[in-house]
């Protein structure tokens, strides 16, 4: 398995490639992916130039392990193949794939990414695929997207499209979302794969996107669509695992591993009743807290 | 001769000013000198009128000639309008070989270039120059010297009788017909005078130049009638919408705000930060915000500021309305919560002397604990630039750099990594403005770098582990990874002007601009 | 290549540059403007000439605006407005004559 495949995607920030000043260096906020966009950001007369910058970013620009995720044209242009082959020569890490409906659509990109990377020699299976759910159709297929392709990472809301196929709007209180995150995210985690959230677009409400993280955090999706660099270390700050939250899974684990050689299934850590169950969630909550610097344990 | 921060200064250079080469910051430290006083016509006589119908008639009586030096402040900033009323009148009289010994000029004065091209100005002193007038100098326009140096510097040079001053013209938002000097009660208001000070004492003549002449005894005086020759009212003194604008809105640039947060983090981390501390910040984005980071740290751990010193902003200000500075002392307002705060009855007003002139008997500046300053560009020595872009072209100021730099015990200079495609970590900067021995941490958007010399510092950074820390060298390279090595600036030979380290030795030359093709 | 007809690729923006490549005379006629020429003009005389002889572009007239674009955007602006001429958006060779 590519081992990006699991890898930490708190944010992911959209940069639109037209802009050289924007993709020179956003890797300085430190988000953990970067989606150089190729689509809804880019004038339609400039997709031919938006390539070209991000060819060469891809080539030249050291994005110090900030994964270079690559939005590329929806499948119903005559954009999009070109745009994969641009994306894979360059060495992009994955594409996303806008308003995805079907399993096919993903199958369809998959057959175009290996392609390009057969032609242009990148090694096999090294970009991976996510895709964007911008429908109520492709909301309704999550589960079979999600298992679609073994290069598909994960699935994430698009949350302006989608909410215009539901003839309603973005409200701000996330009633109108809810359904299509309960569902997604249930999809995913029955395919094993990650779940992203939509981007939050009003930058004035800095608290109301707090809360909106809040929630994703609670409803388990891995990460949120960034729109600003701003918006980064609110969210790393809430997907940071608490240090009583860290103390006590290393109590856990540790706890779990001598309880298991001693033979006893159940016990308890600070009152609580903890059995094998917890024994991931609290890998999870340190191998989090590690990525955010705030664990330098040996769990 | 080569000096303490490795630049070459020409022997012509320093025979024709008589100066000597930087030697380090406290190389004039406790030497002796003679306070210079001016020459001063009494007024005795009970019916004395120091009221002058215009301009002209003020040069007339103030023996305005060829060859004189007239002075002027900045405290109206980009608005102006009294250096370019009284050039206009000199340059009418057909008055030739001017200094001008401005406190500092900007864009405002775009229109004395003809003046200095025709041969009106030949010399310029100044904390620095922008606009026209910098590419004015750099290009070789201007016949004599551009003499740059720092707020507490110029102080020095004219108390020690360097500058003498003919006529010093100060602008005053408020006076009154016998010379009695505010900064505030006008249409124009700035607030402070504090630059001005040292030109009542030590210039020959001095003109207050008003547009709000108030009733006697237009007090407490900012500055004394016992200095003031003559008082002319004219229409507008200044620009108000320019003089000072409403206070800048907190910053949304991410990364304006991580160097904010790195700054603070520095701050709050190393040993001086404790209750009474003493501090300085400027007006930048990022200057502003780590003033407002800074603050909820100490509202946090109950640590309450002793004073607070410099050109002042809001967030300064905030900081005194919520008794969480025990004082403000007032160099310059920049902005209009500022020039309006100074009712605060602890927010004083100092002058550019107690701030920052080296050759007092100690200076506030000696007492600061934490500045925080910008910069154009930063060496692997730590030197500043602050008055000599990239590009080789005048476009900045020394202001109260090189003073506040060498007097804190800690330093802390904020500079993005790149300009643009320019990178403002380098191997050696276009001008030195500020020796590197006064620098103790840069803080960019790549990282933190702390001087090798300050140990010390650097212990505390690494122990708290709160910014990504790297040397001075790793952040240079970064940028030149990025941006690739610049090619250095070609200059001709001619010298332009010269940087003035605070004690008057020669920190660096400026050269004319070679013309590229 | 051949410049067929007059095409423009870039901004003005910071960090950006603005590439015009009209017919040339039977050689490369390069007019540069830049806001760091001083400390950078070489290297942008450079990375042009190479990323037209990549394209075997021997014959035009180009203009260049920088506002400080790092090589890499400068070359993507050279191709953008190279290919444009040529009528050219698909297909393309990354990662050969496009490097």
Redesign the interface.
């Known amino acids: 398995m590519n081992p990006n495949m699991k890898r930490l995607r708190r944010s992911m920030m959209f940069l639109n490639c037209q802009k050289p000043g924007l993709i020179k260096d956003p890797y300085v906020y430190a988000p953990d992916s970067i989606m150089l966009d190729l689509e809804d950001a880019v004038a339609e007369r400039e997709k031919d130039a938006a390539r070209y910058s991000l060819y060469h970013a891809l080539q030249e620009i050291d994005y110090r392990g900030v994964e270079r995720v690559v939005r590329i044209n929806g499948l119903d242009t005559d954009l999009w193949i070109e745009d994969i082959r641009c994306a894979v020569a360059g060495g992009c890490d994955s594409i996303r794939i806008p308003k995805t409906e079907t399993a096919a659509d993903v199958q369809k990109v998959e057959a175009a990414v290996v392609a390009a990377e057969k032609e242009f020699g990148a090694e096999e299976g090294r970009t991976l695929i996510m895709a964007a759910l911008e429908s109520a159709r492709g909301v309704m297929n999550a589960f079979e997207i999600c298992q679609a392709s073994p290069r598909l990472f994960g699935i994430a809301l698009s949350g302006g499209d989608y909410t215009k196929d539901l003839q309603t709007t973005i409200s701000g209180t996330g009633v109108e979302l809810m359904g299509a995150r309960q569902h997604m995210i249930i999809a995913a985690r029955a395919a094993g794969v990650q779940c992203f959230d939509t981007v939050y677009t009003n930058l004035n409400d800095m608290e109301g996107f707090r809360r909106d993280v809040e929630t994703i955090h609670t409803m388990g999706f891995d990460g949120k669509s960034i729109i600003n660099p701003r918006q980064i270390p609110i969210v790393h700050e809430i997907y940071t695992p608490k240090p009583k939250d860290i103390i006590f899974a290393e109590k856990v684990v540790r706890e779990i591993d001598t309880k298991k050689a001693m033979g006893i299934g159940v016990f308890t850590v600070d009152g609580k009743m903890i059995d094998i169950a917890f024994y991931d969630g609290a890998k999870r909550t340190l191998a989090l807290a590690r990525a955010s610097g705030v664990y330098k344990g040996d769990l | 001769m080569r000096n303490a921060v490795g630049r070459e200064i020409p022997d012509e250079i320093l025979k024709a000013t008589g100066k000597e080469p930087f030697q380090g910051n406290n190389y004039k430290n406790g030497a002796p000198f003679r306070r210079q006083g001016p020459i001063i016509r009494p007024v005795m006589e009970n019916d004395h009128n120091k009221l002058v119908k215009d301009i002209h008639e003020a040069l007339v009586k103030c023996r305005a000639h060829s060859g004189m030096t007239i002075s002027f402040h900045h405290h109206f900033r980009e608005g102006d309008l009294i250096v370019n009323m009284v050039m206009e009148e000199i340059h009418k009289m057909g008055l030739k070989n001017i200094t001008l010994a401005a406190t500092s000029l900007g864009k405002a004065h775009d229109p004395l270039v003809p003046m200095i091209e025709d041969g009106t100005i030949t010399r310029i002193e100044a904390s620095g120059v922008r606009g026209k007038i910098g590419q004015a100098i750099s290009d070789g326009k201007l016949k004599g010297l551009a003499i740059m140096r720092s707020h507490g510097g110029r102080v020095r040079s004219l108390v020690t009788g360097e500058t003498k001053v003919d006529i010093a013209f100060i602008g005053a938002p408020t006076s009154d017909d016998y010379g009695n000097l505010r900064g505030i009660g006008g249409k124009t208001n700035c607030g402070v005078l504090s630059y001005s000070h040292v030109d009542g004492d030590c210039a020959e003549y001095v003109v207050a130049i008003t547009d709000c002449l108030v009733p006697f005894p237009n007090f407490p005086a900012h500055i004394s009638m016992t200095k003031v020759d003559y008082v002319c009212v004219v229409d507008a003194i200044g620009i108000p919408e320019k003089i000072a604008t409403g206070a800048a809105k907190p910053t949304t640039d991410q990364r304006k705000l991580m160097m904010a947060e790195y700054c603070t983090q520095v701050v709050v981390n190393t040993p001086y930060f404790k209750e009474g501390f003493s501090y300085q910040t400027g007006v930048g984005g990022a200057s502003i915000a780590s003033t407002i980071s800074l603050t909820k740290i100490m509202e946090e751990r109950g640590i309450k500021m002793g004073f607070g010193v410099g050109g002042l902003t809001k967030p300064m200000c905030d900081l005194l309305d919520r008794g969480m500075v025990r004082v403000l002392m007032d160099t310059q307002a920049f902005d209009l919560d500022a020039v309006s705060n100074v009712i605060n009855p602890a927010h004083h007003r100092i002058t550019a002397g107690a701030y920052a002139n080296p050759f007092n008997k100690g200076a506030f500046v000696n007492k600061l604990d934490y500045v925080i300053l910008a910069s154009l560009e930063v060496d692997v020595h730590f030197n500043c630039n602050v008055v000599v872009g990239s590009d080789g072209v005048i476009t900045g100021a020394q202001g109260g750099h090189p003073d506040t730099a060498q007097g804190a015990k800690c330093t802390i200079v904020i500079c993005p990594l790149l300009q643009g495609r320019i990178p403002a970590i380098c191997t050696d900067v276009t001008t030195v403005t500020t020796p590197g021995e006064s620098v103790d941490v840069v803080v960019t958007d790549y990282g933190v770098a702390v001087n090798p010399n300050r140990h010390d510092l650097l212990e505390c950074l690494q122990k708290a582990d709160c910014v990504p820390l790297k040397t001075i060298e790793e952040l240079r390279d970064i940028a030149y990874a990025i941006v690739g090595e610049p090619d250095p600036v070609q200059f001709e030979d001619r010298i332009v002007g010269i940087i003035e380290a605070r004690d008057g030795t020669i920190m660096d030359v400026v050269r004319q601009v070679k013309h590229y093709d | 290549m051949e410049i067929k007809q007059p095409a423009v ?2 901004t003005l ?4 540059c603005m590439v015009t490549v009209e017919p040339g005379q039977g050689e490369i006629e390069l007019d540069l403007d830049s ?9 942008i005389r450079k990375v042009i000439h190479e990323t037209l002889d990549r394209l075997d572009v021997k014959n035009a007239r180009v203009t260049v605006v920088d ?7 400068i ?3 050279v ?2 407005a190279v ?2 001429s040529n009528g050219i ?4 060779p ?2 050969g004559v ?2």
């Open positions: 690729a870039g923006e910071s960090s950006d806001v760091v020429i001083r400390q950078y003009g070489r290297q506002k400080g674009a790092l090589d890499c955007t070359k993507a602006r191709e953008c290919y444009r958006k698909d297909n393309l990354w990662g496009i490097k």
